[in-house]
C-alpha cells in the first residue's frame, strides 16, 4: 500500500530535549515536505527537499532541522523544542510532474507537545 | 501576507443541501489549485484539483469553480452528506518547479443530518 508514515504518533516532550519525528515513504517520490497545522492558520511548510541531499527552507523553518540522506526518508528535527513548537505536523511527498502529477500524499499527522 | 484567503472559516449545512467554500489569491504565477479534505485525526488528501485553462472541473458531486480574472476559485458541494463533514483547505501552487502549496486556513463544514 502506498504510504506515507510518520513516527511518534503523539510526543510530550519538555522544553530543550531535543527530538527527531521520522518520516517515511514508499512511493519513490522525490519531494518530501514538512508541514505545521496550528488551529486558525491551516497549514504552513516547513522545509521541503527536492531530491536527497537537496533541502530548502519553507514558510516557518525556525527552530527546525532536517536531512535527505535517502530517497525514502525525511526526518524533522528540533534540537531545542519551545513550547510555541507545540503544534501537530504533517509529512508529505510528491512524484516528478508528468509521473504522478502534482498530487501531495500526507502522512497522518505526529502531534507534538512541548511543555 | 497571506497570499490564499479562504472563507468561511466555518459552515454548516443541511444534509442534501450545497456546501460552498471560497478562496482567493495573490500570486499570478500560481497555476494549481487543488482542495484537501481531512478529517478529524487524519492527513488532508486531495480531493480535486484545477488547472487555470478550464473554469470547472466536476468529480462525482464536487466542482470547483475558476475565475481567473478575479483570481478566485470556489468549491461546490452537491447534495451535502454527513459523511462530507470534515475541514476542507484550498491550495495553490507553482507547477514549473517544485510544487510548493501554499495553503488556506482551513473551513470547518458541518453537515447536519
Known amino acids: 500500500e502506498a504510504q506515507v508514515t510518520q513516527n511518534p504518533r503523539y510526543l510530550i516532550t519538555v522544553t530543550g530535549k531535543k527530538l527527531t519525528v521520522t518520516c517515511s515513504q514508499n512511493m519513490n517520490h522525490e519531494y518530501m515536505s514538512w508541514y505545521r497545522q496550528d488551529p486558525g492558520l491551516g497549514l504552513r511548510q516547513i522545509y521541503y527537499s527536492m531530491n536527497v541531499e537537496v533541502t530548502d527552507k519553507g514558510d516557518v523553518p525556525e527552530g527546525y532541522k532536517v536531512s535527505r540522506k535517502e530517497k525514502r526518508n525525511f526526518p524533522l528535527i528540533l534540537e531545542s523544542p519551545s513550547p510555541n513548537q507545540t503544534s501537530l505536523y504533517f509529512c508529505a511527498s510528491r512524484g516528478s510532474v508528468g509521473t504522478a502529477g502534482y498530487e501531495q500524499y500526507f502522512g497522518p499527522g505526529t502531534r507534538l507537545t512541548v511543555t | 501576507q497571506q497570499q490564499v484567503k479562504q472563507s468561511p472559516q466555518s459552515l454548516i449545512v443541511q444534509k442534501g443541501g450545497i456546501s460552498i467554500i471560497n478562496c482567493a489569491y495573490e500570486?499570478?504565477?500560481?497555476?494549481?489549485f487543488p482542495w484537501y479534505q481531512q478529517f478529524p485525526g487524519k492527513g488532508p488528501a486531495l480531493l480535486i484539483a484545477?488547472?487555470?485553462?478550464?473554469s470547472e472541473k466536476k468529480e462525482g458531486r464536487f466542482t470547483i469553480s475558476f475565475n481567473k480574472s478575479a483570481k478566485q476559485f470556489s468549491l461546490h458541494i452537491m447534495d451535502s452528506q454527513p459523511g462530507d463533514s470534515a475541514t476542507y483547505f484550498c491550495a495553490a501552487s507553482i507547477g514549473r518547479r517544485y510544487s510548493t502549496l501554499t495553503f488556506g486556513k482551513g473551513t470547518m463544514l458541518l453537515v447536519s443530518p
Open positions: 500570486n499570478t504565477a500560481f497555476d494549481y
Open positions: 484545477i488547472r487555470p485553462d478550464v
